[in-house]
């Protein structure tokens, strides 16, 4: 089976980590790169999470350095979901031979996108300002892209304010530029993020397994659901189910929607306006994914996990 070429961009906290550990363990993706961005934490702290992760669990990928700060003008904005550093309250030993990739992740992606030359997918789960810079030294590349699997957004409310999910509502600006840039891609948003929660017997379930990968899987889980415990989010899977709807789309409903991005107004700033009765009379840009299977999605990223490492 020929492996689908894949670059991971993510702002790596505790479910960017799940996400990691699953697409490692789908035989059908080969992960070229994860590149880093500022997002749930500084971009310190992601491009060392996905270096120190890299090297724990053995994997052959390369990391890289990403966009410290958004083109769309943002106070502080980090928060304690995902503890200090983006992790939780788990500690991973410091990489010590892993490098960090000679290029910055726009001009990786550039390259990796021209050596795979229209077959290369991305997975991006945090703010899209990375894509969006490389987008704009190097339009030409909307044509080597396959395809866009992205988390953020929402067809209805946000998290962050009313009206926007945090990717979107960090980079509205990015958002706007990649989500208009004509590469096909799909959007899995808060409709259905907010409902791919997990259990505790996923969680006992990935430790039972015993390899490094599960195991700390299960790590974040027992953090995240320490955290809904003390009033603080649920183990949502926001970004696995982004990378699900790329491998495992029998899990997801998707329907085809017009998509821009609001970069202005008090309350409106990153909302994403999908025109789901076709009042613009634009044609669809974005398939959305409005529906979940939740069990189907959960034995699935178990699974998935499972195999890592």
């Not at 990489?95 to 991305?122: D, Q, T």
């Not at 409902?195 to 390899?211: I, N, P, S, Y």
């Not at 599960?214 to 415990?229: E, G, K, P, S, T």
């Not at 939740?294 to 998935?304: A, C, G, I, Q, T």
Request: some cysteine.
């Amino acid at each position: 089976m020929e492996q689908r070429p894949f670059i991971i961009d993510c702002d790596t906290g505790t479910d960017d980590a799940i996400a990691i550990l699953a697409a490692f363990g789908c035989k059908e993706i080969n992960v070229r790169a994860i590149t880093s961005v500022n997002g749930n934490v500084c971009e310190a702290y992601t491009s060392t999470n996905n270096r120190n992760m890299v090297e724990y669990l053995g994997l052959q990928t390369e990391v890289a350095h990403g966009a410290r700060i958004p083109f769309f003008p943002r106070g502080s904005y980090y928060d304690t979901t995902h503890g200090t550093t983006g992790l939780g309250d788990v500690v991973l030993p410091e990489a010590k031979n892993v490098e960090f990739s000679k290029m910055a992740a726009p001009e990786l992606i550039r390259k990796i996108a021209e050596e795979e030359n229209g077959k290369l997918e991305l997975l991006v789960v945090g703010p899209m300002t990375n894509i969006a810079i490389v987008l704009s030294l190097y339009p030409e590349l909307r044509d080597k892209i396959r395809h866009i699997w992205f988390m953020g957004g929402a067809a209805i409310g946000g998290n962050v304010s009313p009206t926007a999910e945090f990717n979107i509502w960090v980079d509205p600006i990015a958002a706007k530029l990649v989500i208009g840039s004509g590469i096909p891609m799909t959007m899995v948003g808060l409709d259905v993020t907010t409902k791919a929660v997990m259990m505790r017997e996923d969680e006992a379930e990935l430790r039972a397994c015993g390899k490094k990968g599960a195991v700390l899987a299960a790590d974040i889980l027992d953090f995240m659901f320490r955290r809904h415990a003390k009033g603080g989010e649920s183990a949502m899977m926001h970004d696995a189910l982004a990378l699900a709807s790329a491998v495992c789309p029998e899990c997801l409903v998707c329907r085809d929607y017009f998509v821009d991005v609001e970069c202005d107004g008090q309350f409106t700033a990153g909302h994403t306006m999908v025109d789901q009765r076709g009042r613009l009379g634009k044609a669809p840009n974005v398939s959305v994914a409005m529906e979940l299977d939740l069990n189907m999605f959960r034995k699935w990223l178990v699974e998935s996990i499972k195999q890592c490492g």
